[in-house]
């Protein structure tokens, strides 16, 4: 039988009140992370140290029931609930994907599995690691299989119920040490949230109170709700049968358009380089999942409104000259985040919408 789109939007809401009674006034950008699971997209989390990134990833695991241990076997390949890489300047390739190990009983070369093979990987710190490592994990997310000695193996089974989600965070402070993305790769995710400060006095007391009388971390509170057939079967709901008029197809496309320089003169005020057709098709697809959350069977502008700076903050390359006047004001890691968030709020009075932007 079938989901309809009542049941999908009770049970993300029902991840998402769980999830918030942990992770403290980030309601909205729960919002989007589970619409990018729904869409079967990947997330990266960018914020200063200790404001919860590691915290979502953990908690959403526990909530979809899967754990360290290995919840699925096929063929020869075992595949975890959920894994975590912490991402260093000497981990390899290998250490992500994978390796042929040589058995000295069969003295021949066999795989060793590496923690990619998952339902939810934890890329923690990604810009820690080498490109050549980056790279690695990134093939993998596009083409969600993996070669090991010249044999490929995949990461998703649809009909196993078998879905592959990388979550991956990053501090942008940070510049000693990293290796910042380049945007080919960044292009690869299909949302990057902003994980800020909590906002406000209020708030901050509630994350105080919540750890004040505790042993262990909130999160091991969280029992299941759902399983990973569910989620695979909500992500072929979400896809196939929410639908997108032409009103929005056309709204979606003439905002794609205008972040263009080559499009729109004014635009290159603010962006160097504009959005793709990915990131258009990806808008699309975010907007779908966060309208299934709100229990609708259509996309509304206000679905599109809420997505679209977490979908194309990380697509657009600002003008250098307004980051640098930018600056001026603000923290230099967020001098960029301004700018592209300027860019955006001109390009939706353009196309006659008004976005939301947790800036």
Not at 240 to 267: H, N
């Amino acid at each position: 039988m079938g989901l309809k789109v009542e049941e999908v939007s009770e049970r993300a809401k029902s991840i998402l009140d769980e999830l918030s009674s942990v992770v403290l006034g980030l309601e909205e950008e729960l919002k989007v992370l589970l619409a990018t699971l729904l869409a079967n997209g990947h997330v990266l989390l960018e914020g200063v140290p200790g404001v919860a990134k590691t915290t979502i990833a953990r908690g959403l695991s526990r909530l979809i029931g899967l754990k360290e241990d290995i919840v699925l076997k096929i063929g020869e390949v075992g595949y975890k609930g959920w894994s975590r890489i912490q991402f260093t300047p000497d981990l390899l390739p290998g250490d992500v994907t994978g390796s042929l190990v040589f058995n000295p009983i069969t003295r021949d070369f066999e795989p060793r599995f590496g923690p990619i093979f998952t339902y939810i990987l934890l890329a923690d710190e990604i810009n820690r690691a080498i490109p050549r490592t980056q790279s690695s994990l990134l093939q993998a997310m596009q083409e969600r299989t993996v070669t090991i000695g010249g044999k490929t193996y995949p990461l998703e089974d649809r009909d196993r119920a078998k879905f592959f989600f990388v979550i991956a965070t990053q501090n942008p402070v940070e510049q000693e040490g990293t290796y910042p993305l380049p945007e080919a790769q960044l292009d690869r995710f299909a949302t990057r949230i902003l994980i800020g400060y909590p906002r406000g006095l209020e708030v901050e007391k509630e994350v105080y109170r919540l750890h004040l009388y505790r042993v262990k971390e909130p999160l091991e509170d969280l029992k299941p709700i759902v399983d990973p057939s569910w989620i695979v079967r909500a992500q072929e709901f979400v896809l196939k049968r929410i639908e997108v008029s032409e009103e929005i197809l056309d709204i979606v496309v003439r905002f794609i358009m205008y972040t263009r320089p080559q499009a729109l003169d004014v635009a290159s005020k603010y962006f160097e380089l504009g959005a793709s057709p990915r990131a258009g098709i990806t808008l699309l697809r975010i907007a779908k999942a966060y309208a299934a959350i709100e229990g609708k069977e259509e996309v509304e502008i206000d679905d599109l409104e809420a997505v679209v700076f977490h979908v194309l903050n990380h697509r657009l390359i600002p003008s250098l000259e307004r980051v640098a006047e930018v600056t001026e004001l603000s923290a230099r890691y967020e001098a960029k985040y301004r700018v592209i968030a300027e860019g955006l709020r001109f390009t939706a009075k353009n196309v006659g919408i008004s976005i939301s932007i947790p800036l």
